[in-house]
């Protein structure tokens, strides 16, 4: 359904997923948030088709390739494109979240289920919480961070692309329609 065809990517771009819809560019991730955060004004210039923030002189947009000609860069994203932003960020962290807490649990219960299992430390408070306790820190380092930063965020990633996907979809029929 869309034009977009992703050049060869340059080295600044990280993963950027060919599935026709051209947000978010880094570049305008970057000024979403930065304005978000009151760093930045929200006026510039942007490409007409992706909103990516080009020069003012730009004759093609250099994340989607649209050229000026063609749809005139605009002076501010539109409101849809931001909230798309939001709602990207918010279900990614809902992810990755989600996936910590579940890793809280299995370093809470994974020791505490050695302790039950071998009856010297099962019948000695003293023994099972020596052992119980370091094996407890060691998994509140490590199972959090494994599952969070890489399930969640994996997982997350997928979830609100697709959101994302459904935003563009929609804001771009909204827009062409007008
Ligand atoms: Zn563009």
């Not at 060691?138 to 930063?149: A, E, K």
Request: with cysteine; charged share 25%; proline share 10%.
């Amino acid at each position: 359904m869309s034009r977009y065809r992703p050049e060869e990517p340059s080295p600044e771009e990280r993963f950027r997923p060919d599935d026709g819809c051209p947000l978010f560019s880094p570049r305008l991730e970057a000024h979403l948030v930065a304005v978000s955060r009151g760093e930045t004004p929200e006026r510039g210039t942007f490409c007409g088709h992706c909103y990516t923030p080009i020069g003012r002189e730009s004759v093609a947009c250099p994340h989607c390739g649209e050229p000026a000609s063609k749809r005139p860069p605009v002076d501010v994203v539109p409101a849809p494109v931001t909230a798309a932003l939001r709602a990207q960020r918010a279900t990614e962290g809902r992810w990755v979240n989600g996936f910590a807490y579940l890793g809280v649990l299995i370093a809470m219960v994974l020791p505490l289920s050695v302790v039950l299992t071998i009856p010297a430390l099962k019948d000695s408070l003293i023994l099972g919480t020596a052992v119980y306790a370091p094996l407890l820190l060691i998994g509140m380092r490590v199972f959090p961070g494994i599952l969070g930063g890489y399930f969640g965020d994996r997982m997350g990633f997928e979830a609100a692309r697709k959101k994302t996907r459904a935003a563009w979809e929609q804001w771009v029929a909204e827009r062409d329609r007008a």
